[in-house]
């Protein structure tokens, strides 16, 4: 069983193990869990022997597996890792376990193999599991606390050993905060280490493991994903996996590794469990989740778009998973009774005001809390329960605290229990009415015990509500944004005080005639009831309203479907909806495609060979089969969606960039490489190309350092497809801060230009002498992925002690410094000495009166100390000090403030006030 040769390797299987102060074992990693097997890996500092005790009884561990031992190294730091592949054993059952290296052992630790498909693993016939992710951060007191929470939790619920409660522990990417031993040794071993060795830990593909100088080969080289399979179901990679436990089917999803591949095997998978009894719930996790009220935008589209949509398509599809943001969010979906939750570990803070955010109906509360969940699955009665417990958060603002364990959320599905009952509308709405208007509903009333979630109001313009004019779902709460006067990681309830049974439909938000009107309820299992019997209403005194003609997309992907939804029409038997080439004039030229209208609101449906040719179309809107236009036009694109890649997104300076474009429409298309922050037509393109062939590949010259993008521009207008971003050159980012030192607590202006326009690129400032892949941050700052712009940089955002720092900038959430490190001195000038910790440098005294003798000295000789005025303009120095003492009369000096650099072992600079 050999594992991928990185550096150098000799093979091993699975238990990780570190040693305590080198002495002993410690830290045993379990993996890939099966009814049948499971590995073990630790990790030891020297050769030699690798063995695993095995047994039922903790003093009896009658069977020895010989391991595998490998030499991992990086070219910063080596060890040995150990893997056992404990094989042949019985399903669901309790072992325990003791590794042995070079003479020493560890401590017994237990495990129990998993059940056989479609079984539970308790008697009483549950299946208990842990979401937790985003560990990242090397910096103890986050994701090592969240741990030793989560293993407190089980204690307090359950009562006894980890293993043999909770199945297995999944884990939502970003195990690292970058791909080299270090982080793998130091993060995902070290914290996870209380419960590492009990319970089985399973990984998705986060975007910092694609990072580092080794990327994903350190991710591969540690864990055994590839020979995960179900129902003989491979994926071939360890980007994306599945496995079955009992009757649940989890299915790991690489946002990272999107692509044909990769959806062609989840409906392969997706399928099969479809007709797989012993497989009652479908779970997918990925690392960019479906969506977020903060850092908007920051998710996976492919997710999005792609997977999750075809997955709902699958009855036993419950839920979602993701993480990349630091919070606890967890909505659902409208239609299905379908969960989306993120679950962001603890790596970094983020906290409410620090991004773009927007309140989403269909997530029902974020929370800026750091969180786990339990799942428990009740295999017999077709349940799961799920709690959500928050650890809190650091003690970076006013007010904010750690939790202890603290429940946040719980939620569940129950499967075959009855909806909701049917609601009415109690509203009497008379001959007509006048705005505003409070349209109420019946309480909620149900068969079961649960109780109201969610309510949705619609107002349409026809009867079978196919022209919608309002659509209001809500929650019975809504947790988003910052609580009022409090800290910024509390979350406010926008739905407090609010009655979800009764709606007022707002002044001017439908116009003058008649609307319907109906209702639905639906419950905490997310069963809705059904729709109310339908109402209706005359308006008056609002506004007339206009005909209309909309397309249900902006762009269709050639063969695609279309609607049409038209409105507020005439309504004569012969109204019709064309669609026309953009550029032709109706009555000149044929429609491409029509249909008479049904009345004077509804829904137009266009097959999919409707349109056989790419191009910039638009519906119209005509009269009695005639060419008048009652409304205006609404323009789409229908064809070929080009797409654009490369073979790398960094390039060095100096060398061509490979562009490949596929599907292209070609139709005196082009595509354009422009700079991030720059604007099409305003600032000149580093490239630009005409299209002429379905697929076809551009070779672009070497051009300036920068970060970029490629757009495929339709006919020269249009831009269709996604974009493509790469970078060009390192430290690219231009950043300066407004001077070289501050006051302590004294506000920092930081100014930049050419970031990379990432939503979730920051500035971080550390001590001048750290190592941002090692040591840890002293704060950060995100700027809404500003190409160009400015931060200032206050309160909790600035040092807190005197002392040396720099400050730069990283991009999308890594370590990847993209700017120049910018040096910076934190004075307190209030103390009257100004010191330098560190390294012993002082000046006396500060300020000064012009009378004054100042004193410099150092614990290092000086060699030269020189004084530089507001303007830049050196107006003191002195060379060849070569002594640990120096002072100066200062009567010549005009009052003001000056920088004084000292140049011992190094250069320090501080501020001199002169009074």
Known sequence: MAK???????YFIVPIWFFHCCICPKYQTLFTPTPNSIYVNWISQNSGSSTI?????????NLTVTGNQSLFNDGTISYYYNTGLLNG??????????????????????????????????ADGHLRFLIMGDNQIQTTGRYDTLVHRAKEKIFEKYGGDPSDFIELTFMVGDQVDLGNLTQYKNIHFAYNQELSGYIPIQTTVGNHETYGSMGMNAYYAHFYLDQLAYQGISSGTENYYSMQVGNVLFISLSSEHTGTAQYNWLQSVLNAADNDNTVDWILTFSHRPYESEQYVGDISSWIKNNAVPMCMQHEKYFMHVGAHHHIYSRGQFKEEPVYNIISGGTAWDQYWGQSTEQD???????????????????????????????????????NSEWKDNQLVDEFHRYKNQPIPNTPSITTNFGDSLQLPVAVQSTSFSTTTTELLNSTEFQVSQTSNFSVLELDKLRDYENLFGQAPGQAADSTQDLNAGVNILDYTIPVGSIGNGKHYIRVRHRDRNLNWSNWSLTDSMIVYNSF????????????????????????????????????????????????????????????????????????????AYFELDGYNEIAPRDYFYYGLIPTITSDTNSYPVGQSILLSVDNAPHVADSIEVIKVGFTHGVQPAAFAAQVNQTSETFTVNPIPKGYYSVKYYFKGIEVIGEPYFFSVGDTITNLWIDQPIYDLGESIIATWTDAPGIAKDWLGIYHAQDNPNVDPLVSYSYFNGQASGTKTLTDSLLPSSIGNYFIVMFTNDSYTEVSNRNYFSIIDQSAGVETNVDHGVSIYPNPLNKENLTLFSSEYPIEYIQLIDNAGKVVYRTDNVANQKYSMVSEQLPAGTYIVEIQTRKLFRYKLVVN
């Open 4 to 10: 991928k040769n990185f550096y150098e390797i000799s």
């Open 53 to 61: 005790s095995l047994g039922t009884s903790p003093t009896n561990l």
């Open 89 to 122: 054993l019985n399903a669901n059952t309790k072992y325990y376990y003791c590794v042995h290296s070079n003479g020493l052992s560890s401590d017994t630790l237990s495990f129990k193999t998993k059940p056989l498909p479609g079984q539970a693993a308790s």
């Open 360 to 398: 989403f109906e269909y997530i029902q509360k974020t929370i800026s809390n750091w969180c786990y969940q339990i799942m428990d699955f009740d295999v017999t009665n077709g349940k799961v329960d799920i709690e959500t417990y928050s650890i809190g958060s650091p003690m970076l603002f006013a």
């Open 544 to 619: 007339a309203s206009l005909p209309s003609i909309t397309m249900d997309s902006t762009a269709y992907p050639l063969g695609s479907p279309m609607q049409a939804l038209y409105a507020n029409g005439p309504g004569n038997a012969t109204d019709w909806i064309g669609i026309y080439h953009t550029g032709q004039t109706p009555g000149q030229v044929n429609s491409t495609s029509w249909q008479y209208c049904s009345g004077g609101n509804g829904t137009m449906n266009f097959a999919s060979n409707a349109l056989t040719s790419s191009d910039i179309y638009y519906a």
